[in-house]
């Protein structure tokens, strides 16, 4: 799946161009270690407000997510500690810290929902509900404000489903064939160009 900027190959990398001042490293993947240190709802969000928005301090984090600036400040230290987030030098000259996403997208292997540590299966758990919620939460956004946009983006934009019969080979070779075409678009920026947020959701379903 390709973190909130994620990918399972992926469930977070963000196909999206980068924020300002973005980190020059694309991907991050997630092993057990670092997976158990960003399992935490505010956490995922912090990180995808750096990676989207550019550097910013804990204080201007709290303003955006609604949170206090002691719960932001002590996230973003969790953060740094397992790799997710740095300083912003070229920002830090007043008395507040600033902080930029060290990576611009995340990968998750699947594997981590079967490990061994219940632990690491929980933490799994835990990030993956958050992607899907924070997907939910763009979508309704979207459908919410669509009337503030042209005629033209809400013909662009596209709200479907599809129901397939396919083998787990096939949907795997699907999946590589969606994520290597919207990567193809990845770097494109012409000049009308507005950020797009592309959702991939592909799994089983029984019969009711």
Same mark, same amino acid.
Do not use: C
């Given at each position: 799946?390709?973190?909130?900027?994620?990918?399972?190959?992926?469930?977070?990398?963000?196909?999206?161009?980068?924020?300002?001042?973005?980190?020059?490293?694309?991907?991050?993947a997630?092993?057990?270690?670092?997976?158990?240190?960003?399992?935490?709802?505010?956490?995922?969000?912090?990180?995808?407000?750096?990676?989207?928005?550019?550097?910013?301090?804990?204080?201007?984090?709290?303003?955006?997510l609604g949170?206090?600036?002691?719960?932001?400040?002590?996230?973003?230290?969790?953060? /740094?500690?397992?790799?997710?987030?740095?300083? #912003?030098?070229?920002?830090?000259?007043? =008395?507040? !810290?600033?902080?930029?996403? $060290?990576?611009?997208?995340?990968?998750?292997d699947e594997?981590?929902?079967?490990?061994?540590?219940?632990?690491?299966?929980?933490?799994?758990?835990?990030?993956?509900?958050?992607?899907?919620?924070?997907?939910?939460?763009?979508?309704?956004?979207w459908?919410?404000?669509?009337?503030?946009?042209?005629?033209?983006?809400?013909?662009?934009?596209?709200?479907?489903?599809?129901?397939?019969?396919?083998?787990?080979?096939?949907?795997?070779?699907?999946?590589?064939?969606?994520? /290597?075409?919207?990567?193809?678009?990845?770097? #494109?920026?012409?000049?009308?160009?507005? =950020?797009? !947020?592309?959702?991939?959701? $592909?799994?089983?379903?029984?019969?009711?």
């Open positions: 799946m390709p973190e909130p900027e994620t990918s399972p190959e992926s469930a977070e990398s963000d196909p999206q161009s980068p924020a300002p001042d973005a980190p020059k490293r694309v991907e991050r997630l092993d057990p270690r670092s997976l158990r240190g960003l399992a935490h709802p505010l956490r995922i969000r912090l990180l995808q407000a750096l990676r989207r928005h550019g550097p910013a301090t804990a204080s201007q984090l709290a303003d955006r949170e206090s600036s002691g719960a932001t400040s002590y996230h973003l230290r969790q953060l /740094a500690a397992h790799g997710f987030v740095e300083d #912003a030098p070229e920002r830090g000259k007043g =008395r507040e !810290r600033w902080w930029q996403a $060290a990576q611009q997208g995340t990968t998750f594997s981590a929902l079967r490990d061994a540590d219940p632990e690491t299966r929980g933490a799994a758990d835990v990030y993956l509900h958050e992607i899907a919620t924070i997907h939910s939460q763009e979508l309704s956004t459908i919410g404000t669509r009337a503030d946009w042209s005629d033209e983006w809400v013909a662009a934009s596209d709200l479907s489903d599809f129901t397939l019969h396919v083998t787990p080979e096939q949907l795997r070779e699907l999946d590589q064939k969606l994520h /290597a075409l919207i990567r193809s678009y990845a770097f #494109a920026e012409p000049g009308d160009a507005e =950020r797009v !947020r592309v959702h991939l959701h $592909a799994f089983p379903q029984r019969n009711a």
